[in-house]
């Protein structure tokens, strides 16, 4: 959708995207048979197959604010603000908010994958904590010893991809309790260095985080939902 910003036709998934969304239609599919069987007598069938449709669309709006992100962040040059003419400062600021688009929808979407997947292995996490992320399922699998075969693969793959994570989870904590997180460097700099120029945020850097947690993002709902598959075709092969 985004791409056509850039005059590009939309993309097709590729690598860990195209595993993961393949994966979400395969397991969509086969809860709607389910329901066309007359097998979802307690409706969780359905709310299952609307769940999972819904992360497909958002796992994709991740990838399109990435992408677009990476476009803009492409055609900024300067080293601050102050030394950008109008047609780069805007494409700064179109940077600046698909950057943010990108980190706040990343953790919107684990959390809508950790609210599935604690209703759909009955982990009961809302006991242990009534506001959960899903860090916190993860961790509750981990703790309790749940679904050894899926939670550890989701710890391997949370922990290689930590550092990115915890980098993008402040960002988003300063954008939504704090500032805007894009000023918080300048921030930092005028404390440190009053006076002089406030150099631009390091956003080719930024743009690495994204593109990791992008990744993180789909190789963990990859995992989810093939575990989700193998737990359900015996139910539907009855």
């Known amino acids: 959708m985004l791409r056509m910003l850039f005059g590009e036709a939309p993309a097709k998934p590729e690598g860990r995207m195209a595993e993961a969304v393949q994966a979400m239609t395969d397991y969509a599919s086969l809860l709607h048979k389910l329901v066309e069987e007359g097998k979802d007598r307690n409706h969780k069938a359905r709310t299952y197959e609307i769940w999972t449709i819904g992360l497909i669309a958002s796992l994709d709006e991740l990838e399109q604010s990435c992408y677009a992100a990476s476009r803009f962040c492409a055609m900024v040059k300067s080293y601050s603000v102050e030394d950008m003419g109008p047609d780069e400062r805007l494409n700064y600021r179109r940077y600046v908010y698909f950057d943010k688009n990108a980190f706040i929808r990343l953790f919107a979407m684990l959390d809508k994958l950790g609210t599935l997947l604690n209703d759909m292995l009955s982990l009961e996490t809302e006991q242990f904590k009534r506001q959960f992320s899903y860090f916190t399922v993860l961790h509750r699998m981990r703790d309790k010893k749940l679904h ?44 440190l260095n009053f006076g002089d120029e406030v150099k631009l945020e390091d956003i080719n850097s930024q743009m690495e985080d994204l593109a990791q947690c992008l990744d993180m993002a789909a190789g963990t709902v990859h995992l989810v939902f093939d575990y989700a598959l193998s737990l359900l075709k015996p139910a539907v092969s009855k």
Do not use: C, F, W
């Open 148 to 191: 050894p075969g899926l939670a550890g693969p989701l710890t391997d793959i949370k922990n290689q991809y930590d550092e990115p994570i915890v980098r993008l989870r402040k960002r988003r904590n300063v954008e939504i309790h704090s500032m805007n997180s894009e000023l918080q460097d300048d921030l930092m700099q005028l404390h």
